[in-house]
């Protein structure tokens, strides 16, 4: 016979703050800072010396990009690694200093309840 395994309560996965993933913050940032120059993923793909897809891939969060890969892309947009780190720290702070917004029970918490 299989066992039963409960699932965590929901207040507690609330309540636990999960941090996200690097490539998803590097991606955000990469995205937003192609955005603010005006610049198509080509363009940057371009002098990076990647293709398109994979550069759109990295903005994405899909791929966790080598740090040799990741400092051409930067270059590509004229900044620095120093700026890319710190700009993410920024995001961060900003995230964490927020009030966290609130939920509301949808669908899926009275299933659980159930």
């Known amino acids: 016979m299989a066992e039963l ?16 993933l690097w490539r998803h913050l590097v991606g955000e940032h990469l995205r937003r800072r192609r955005h603010e120059r005006g610049e198509t993923l080509a363009d940057v793909a371009e002098r990076a010396g990647v293709s398109v897809q994979y550069l759109s891939e990295i903005e994405r ?17 004229d900044a620095s ?14 995230t964490a200093a927020a009030p966290a917004p609130a939920r509301s029970a949808g669908p899926a918490a009275y299933a659980l309840a159930a």
């Open 81 to 94: 690694l120093l700026e890319l780190t710190s700009g993410i720290a920024e995001d961060l702070r900003a």
């Open 61 to 77: 969060g899909l791929k966790e990009p080598s740090s040799e890969i990741l400092s051409a892309v930067v270059g590509a947009l």
């Open 5 to 20: 395994i409960p699932l965590p309560d929901p207040a507690l996965r609330r309540a636990r703050r999960i941090d996200p």
